[in-house]
């Protein structure tokens, strides 16, 4: 049985383990950083820590979310915060996360606890970009709830992440 | 069991720590011989000692071997018996390296190889039992005095016996072991004893079979008591301990005296000999011939003088050693992670009051005394933030004094002279940054020792003092700490390494043509550049030049290289002081803030609308400024970060524009008249020039670039927190920062800002090197000057050049104080030495009614005074041939020309300064050879720039 904090981008609901949930925040006042992957909205401060706001619409369907007004910030716990939890939850499978960052998503959903069976490996025909940070699908009352993989969605290095991350300001900089 | 990892791993770093603080010592004894400070032979025998007690305890049998040796030896140097030498101390140094490669893996201890060095060691103390020596690993074999079959083991030692000891510097005990209980309880039988003594001294003899060893009942039987006699350096008090005895249980035979052992009793025994002992199969896979150069050398033993000395020292001499063991605990231990945390805690609190700051200063209405509170947090905070600083603080001498070994193996290994000298050891630095500073020092010093500095016969032939001559120095300047490595030795030949800059296609002949020598040195820290082939080619300067640069840059620091060929290097670091909490200058592109490291910035130059077009030209594409002649390149904030502005590119106009609608402001038209800044088709020329402009000037390296931003707001101290990974591929920014209002800012990277728009140096030097060219020789014909203008006298006029100043301060003359014959000015704190023209001079003096002067500090590295002047004229750049003046009889005047219709006279700053000998009390005040007058403006330049002291406007 795992736990999930469910919300809403693009319309579409998703969920993530509600381990990985440190709190869920508005009004973080976020700088945007030059040259930062394109996913990137900025930097925030939260309460003397350095956050990285991720914008999850841009990550799941490659573009932008349009509407930042009244959108949430849904803040991820820590290594330092998880490594308790591994332990005392012996949840080994926990992903890595060295930086503070969150999500931007549109609006906060309910709590959900479901079974391990109850959870279905993702459908064939979403979308490849979806597919790729989607860890399984479960079926709610009247509703089809994505469950997304925090640790794919936080890749940063390692394989190419498979939307443009306009990595390449410097050199558009030469051209001129 | 879980205990015992802890005790080991506490062991393990304190013992690191022993290793550490005795390696200089070790090098003072080498040094000073006899001479030697008692307390630095007691500190390292204390250090050692407590190695050998910890690690016997754990039964670490390695170490306690190796330490036991060193400890003999050092217990004979301290009392006199032996004399420090280099072939005492280079065993005892190989011991120590030893120790540490045993503290290293701890549980492979036994593993690293030491019985090479335990015979060199014994070989020093038993100089009579030389040729023993090789077995001095098993030493019942060694010390059967007798191969006869039967040993009568009487157990009083023959008056020979004692005095053969006592040549040695050694004392015989009669160890009586009589068991108890209690002695049955810690489990200890009569062979582990039998061990134990021969690792601690030499075993002359003991009263029972080692065939058959006595058994714990036997030890029981008051009947047969079982003595061991021993010759040990120990004494008494000392020997209890290690063999954990009560010290009634040893009896000490003095010279001549020999005292009968009362409880003594033959005993018939077969002879030890080709009967393996104990503890022999073990020395044997120990002694695996490890021949190195060191260990190797013959140690220098002083016999006669042990032999004079046959009585153990003094009980005295030992517990004065005790009391000055208890007394400097006086630190404890902290986790590294606590500080840590500590220091993040006071960053916020920082952040919070700078917060609370703002807050407040924005609100009117504020309740009265609020002021003062607010006044005492600030002081308080600032207190608190600046002592956990100085938690992680720790002197730079613990990296700088393991160059003193260093520096002394390589010229043993080279065949050079090499004197190593440190200054600035208490300069405190960062724990992080002490770390990291390590590798890049050592390479340098490697470097300079192995390729920089020569032979002595080289040496001679070049007109050089044999013992070639590094210097490390540290000092503090500007909020950074800078640190110098300097020789005299040949330098780096500019030739060879452009022609090898050419070789590799770095660049081509033409461009080294017109670069200067310090940009063709620079070259040796490019990455790729040092290859293997360049160790003969460049005698191995470069080789891994640019690894130590990209560590001292990731520092937040910069290095320098200056080199006279023949003459020697010198290289410069410039760190910051802690990599938490940074000075930093705030400026802003829009209403986008960031920080700029102070250690990076140069000065502020804002260039007024109406200014423009005069100081700001092109050169190719670049737009660079003019600045007290010099040329540096510009770059525009906006432009580097793509900052939105109006702006369109014909070639790449569309792949911005994509960029451009997703930044939200875009209404700010106040810069249109500068738009065309960095573009092909304008320039600041055409523009109208309606708005200030004002230019971060920047160092990166020897480099100087102009930054050009929109505001600059103030100088903030602000917390560095380190850039999420995420944002790893910004190469513009070096981390991240929370301001006072809460929002985070930026912070720049100088470096990597240059080089995601490629800075266009080469061309700017281009320029600059045809303009240097022009003035290179400061004798011949026209040669244009950038000087100042000034009067002492009313109507007499005197010059300084420009690049000799390094401030120009108002002074009131009410302030100046005399000393003797000598004026003083409190200045920062000091008293800065005046210099009055008039008493150097045949010129008139100050006008009387003279109530506010000014005063000119020159820049001249190593000494400090200052000029007084009456009024400071102008600033000018002239064309003039200088004459002699005074018959050229005055060092200090280089001479005199007539400028603006006045007749001028020019002041030297150098000369003056060695002809006033008013030398700095910070500065080394050793002969430096790259100091004096000899070395040319252009060098001196980078190190001596004007203050980084930014002032707006």
């Known amino acids: 049985m795992k736990t999930f904090a469910t919300f809403k981008v693009n319309g579409q609901l998703y969920g993530v383990e509600i381990l990985y949930v440190r709190e869920i925040n508005r009004h973080l006042d976020i700088t945007r950083v030059q040259h930062a992957p394109e996913c990137i909205r900025g930097l925030a401060n939260l309460r003397g820590q350095i956050v990285t706001v991720i914008d999850l619409c841009c990550r799941l369907s490659q573009h932008p979310m349009e509407n930042e007004e009244g959108s949430y910030f849904l803040i991820l716990r820590t290594d330092a915060e998880l490594a308790a939890i591994r332990q005392a939850q012996d949840r080994t499978d926990l992903a890595s996360l060295p930086d503070c960052v969150c999500f931007l998503i549109d609006a906060v959903d309910e709590i959900v606890s479901l079974d391990d069976s109850e959870i279905e490996p993702p459908p064939s025909n979403i979308g490849e970009a979806e597919a790729e940070y989607m860890e399984g699908v479960a079926k709610l009352e009247n509703r089809l709830l994505s469950i997304l993989s925090v640790s794919r969605l936080l890749a940063y290095g390692g394989k190419p992440a498979p939307i443009n991350l306009g990595l390449q300001p410097t050199r558009k900089e030469h051209a001129r | ?953």
């Open chain 2, 1 to 953: 069991m879980m205990n015992d990892e802890n005790l080991i791993q506490e062991f393990v770093s304190e013992g690191r720590e022993h290793l550490a603080g005795i390696e200089p010592d070790f090098l003072v004894l080498e040094r000073e011989g006899e001479a030697t400070d008692p307390e630095v032979v007691n500190r390292i025998f204390r250090a050692i000692h407590s190695i050998k007690g910890a690690s016997g305890f754990f039964g670490f049998e390695a170490i306690k071997r190796l330490s036991h040796s060193m400890e003999n030896v050092l217990m004979m140097v301290r009392d006199g018996k032996l004399k420090p030498s280099t072939g005492l101390v280079s065993p005892l140094l190989t011991g120590t390296d030893r120790l540490s490669l045993m503290l290293d893996d701890i549980q492979a201890s036994e593993q690293v190889p030491f019985a090479d060095v335990v015979e060199t060691l014994e070989a020093i103390m038993n100089p009579g039992a030389a040729p023993v020596a090789p077995q001095a690993e098993t030493p019942l074999q060694a010390t059967t005095p007798t191969p006869s079959a039967h040993i009568v083991a009487a157990c009083a030692p023959e008056p020979e016996e004692i005095e053969a000891s006592a040549r040695m510097g050694q004392v015989i005990y009669a160890l009586k072991l009589r068991w108890n209980e209690e002695l049955v309880e810690k489990n200890r039988d009569p062979l582990q004893v039998l061990q134990l003594a021969e690792s601690l001294g030499r075993v002359v003899r003991c009263s029972f079979s080692l065939e058959q060893p006595p058994t714990l009942e036997d030890a029981m039987d008051p009947e047969l008591p079982l003595v061991i006699l021993l010759s040990s350096v120990l004494e008494e008090d000392l020997l209890a301990i290690a063999l954990d005895m009560e010290q009634s249980q040893i009896e000490a035979f003095l010279d001549a005296k020999p005292a009968p052992v009362a409880e003594a009793i033959e005993l018939e025994s077969s002879t030890p000999t080709g009967t393996q002992p104990p503890g022999a199969a073990l020395s044997e896979s120990d002694s695996e011939p490890q021949t190195h150069p060191e260990t190797m050398a013959t140690p220098v033993i002083e016999g006669a003088i042990a032999a004079e000395n046959p009585a153990p020292a003094p009980d005295a001499d030992s517990k004065k050693a005790k009391a000055v063991a208890s007394e400097s605990v006086e630190t404890i231990r902290v986790r590294v992670d606590l500080l840590n945390n500590l220091m993040n805690l006071a960053g916020e609190l920082v952040l919070l009051r700078n917060q609370l700051l703002r807050t407040l200063k924005d609100d009117a209405g504020q309740p009265d005394g609020l002021g003062t509170v607010l006044q005492n947090l600030n002081l308080t905070t600032s207190n608190l933030q600046e002592h956990i600083m100085q938690t992680r603080m720790q002197p730079i001498g613990s990296v700088f004094s393991r160059f003193r070994r260093v520096v002394r193996d390589m010229a043993h290994q080279l065949d050079k002279k090499i004197d190593l000298e440190i200054i600035g050891e208490e300069v405190e630095l960062d724990k992080s940054l002490l770390e990291s500073l390590s590798d890049p020092l050592t390479h340098i010093v490697r470097n300079s020792c192995d390729h920089g500095l020569e032979t002595a016969e080289e040496r001679l032939v070049a007109g050089k003092p044999e013992t070639g001559r590094l210097l490390l120095h540290a000092y503090h300047e500007g909020g950074q700490i800078n640190i110098l490595i300097e020789d005299d030795g040949r330098g780096i030949d500019p030739a060879k390494v452009a022609r090898k800059a050419i070789q590799s296609g770095l660049v081509t002949a033409a461009q080294v043509d017109r670069m200067s020598q310090k940009d063709i040195i620079n070259f040796i820290m490019l990455p790729g550049f040092s290859t293997a082939e360049n160790v003969s080619d460049l005698s191995g300067r470069g080789v891994g030049m640019d690894v130590v640069r990209t560590n001292i840059e990731k520092m937040g620091g910069n290095i320098t290289i200056e080199s006279r060929l023949g003459h020697g290097t010198r290289m410069l670091l410039k760190l910051p002081l802690t990599l938490a909490i940074i000075p930093s200058l705030i400026v802003a592109v829009k209403d986008y803030r960031f920080a700029i490291p102070q250690l990076n910035l140069v000065e502020l130059i804002c260039v007024r609308s109406d200014e423009v077009s005069r100081r700001v030209e092109k050169i190719g594409a670049a737009d660079v400024l003019r600045l007290r002649g010099r040329l540096l390149p510009l770059l525009r904030l906006a432009d580097a970060l793509e900052i939105e502005r109006d702006y369109t590119d014909p070639e790449t106009g569309e792949a911005l524009s994509e960029r451009r609608t997703a930044i939200a402001d875009r209404r700010t038209e106040d810069w249109g008249s500068l738009d065309a800044v960095g573009s092909r088709k304008g320039g600041f020329r055409r523009q109208d020039g309606l708005q200030n402009i004002y230019i971060v000037i920047l160092s990166l390296g020897a480099n100087q670039y102009g930054l050009i931003v929109d505001h600059v707001l103030n100088l903030e101290e602000i917390v560095v927190k380190p850039l999420p990974n995420y944002l790893k591929s910004c190469r513009s920014f070096s981390g991240a920062t929370i301001m006072g209002d809460g929002k985070v800012a930026m912070i720049l990277d100088v470096v990597g800002l240059s080089q995601s728009v490629q800075l266009a140096f080469t061309e700017t030097d281009t320029e600059a090197h045809r303009r240097e060219t022009a003035a290179i020789k400061p004798d011949c014909d026209m040669e244009q000057h950038d000087i100042v203008l000034f009067n002492f006298a009313e109507n007499e006029v005197f010059a300084v050049p420009l690049s000799g100043i390094l401030r120009i301060e108002k002074c009131r003359m009410e302030n100046i104080q005399q000393v003797g014959q000598q004026e003083y000015l409190p200045y920062h704190g000091k008293g800065l030495p005046l210099v009055r023209l008039n008493n150097l001079f045949p010129v008139s003096p100050l006008p009387h009614h003279l109530e506010e002067g000014y005063l000119i500090i020159p820049n001249t590295p190593g000494y400090e005074f200052g000029i007084i002047a009456s009024c400071i004229l102008d600033a000018v750049q002239v064309e003039a041939k200088l004459q002699p003046i005074f018959d050229g009889q005055q060092p200090g005047l280089s001479g005199a020309a007539v400028i603006q219709n006045r007749m001028t006279m020019f002041v030297d700053p150098d000369a003056l300064a060695h002809r006033t000998g008013l030398r700095a009390t910070s500065l080394p005040q050793t002969q430096n050879p790259m100091a004096t007058e000899q070395i040319p403006d252009s060098m001196q330049d980078p190190i001596c720039d004007l203050t980084p002291e930014p002032c707006v406007q």
